[in-house]
């Protein structure tokens, strides 16, 4: 398996303007403060030209040698047996948005899915009413019912440098940050009837993430500075990410769809109650000022990555 530095756009133009600043520092320095320092007669322009010019042939006749002789020696890649790419942390955003603007399917497992409360939910919505097609949108997220794997998930996370000079975490607020991701998906479905959400709880959880599309696997740490892996859907890795979501699934505690779920301008804290009886997800433990919580950040949630 190889994986790949990605070479952006703005990588290649940094390095062509460096190199052009680099060529005309060196004939300065050559031509006019070489000249000065040694106190010799400065060359005149007909001898500029013609030592630049016999130097650029020289620099074209090496480059396209070694070139030629790079390109002979370098096998051509079989994209098919090498379908994994590293992505830079910074396009990150881009990969995520056109993965998501060709797919009929967005399937998460991770933690609590805060990204796709913000931006995957709105931006699927806006693109099965754009189309008139389904969307099937599955979450694999930690169970709120489950006290113990959210105190672990809370402690991890105030160890993270992404968590230094925030909110500090804790049981609470992770089972307030999920229920406000279930709150949101049905929401969504409701408001968007091409839109099928599924959600499979789980009493784990992993330090990667998982975002899939159609064509696409990404896989993702928490940390937005990390890098990320790339998967398309033609290759062997793409297969057993989505195997091993479907074999997660199976073994999750699978919420029911038939719920009477509102859209979210219209959510409020009864209503939400009201869906959690139905999801049979127990509020145990947290105040009325919790609930108030949970349906503000449904209704208006943030982008953690900004």
């Known amino acids: 398996m190889t994986l790949e530095i990605p070479r952006p756009k703005y990588a290649r133009r940094v390095f062509y303007f460096t190199t052009m600043g680099v060529c005309v520092l060196l004939v300065i320095v050559q031509f006019v403060i070489v000249p000065l320092a040694s106190s010799a007669r400065p060359p005149s322009a007909a001898a500029v030209a013609g030592s630049l010019s016999g130097a650029l042939f020289t620099s074209i006749v090496s480059g396209v040698v070694i070139a030629t002789i790079l390109l002979w020696l370098t096998p051509e890649k079989d994209e098919k047996n090498q379908p994994i790419e590293v992505i830079a942390a910074y396009e990150r955003k881009e990969v995520h948005e056109r993965s998501r603007s060709d797919t009929n399917i967005w399937w ?28 099937n949108i599955v979450l694999l997220l930690i169970d709120p019912d489950n006290i113990d794997t959210c105190e672990r998930y809370a402690r991890w996370r105030n160890g993270l440098r992404s968590t230094s000079g925030s909110e500090g975490w804790d049981a609470t607020r992770v089972r307030r940050e999920l229920l406000a991701t279930i709150l949101c998906a049905y929401s969504w479905s409701a408001q968007e009837s091409f839109l099928e959400i599924t959600v499979g709880l789980k009493n784990e959880w992993s330090l990667l993430r998982v975002d899939m599309s ?54 409020n804290s009864e209503n939400a109650q009201k869906i959690f009886g139905e999801l049979s997800l127990r509020l145990d433990g947290l105040s009325p000022s919790d609930v108030g919580e949970i349906v503000r950040i449904a209704k208006k949630p943030e982008n953690p990555y900004g």
């Open 214 to 267: 159609s064509r696409l696997a990404i896989v993702t740490a928490e940390d937005a500075q990390y890098p990320a892996l790339k998967c398309r859907s033609d290759g062997f890795y793409y297969n057993i990410l989505r195997e091993d979501f479907r074999l997660g699934l199976a073994q999750a505690r699978q919420l029911p769809k038939s719920v009477a779920a509102v859209p979210l301008k219209e959510l």
């Open 108 to 135: 998460y497992v991770g933690a609590i899915g805060r990204y796709n409360r913000a931006i995957a939910f709105p931006d699927l919505a806006r693109r099965a009413r754009l189309e008139n097609a389904s969307k």
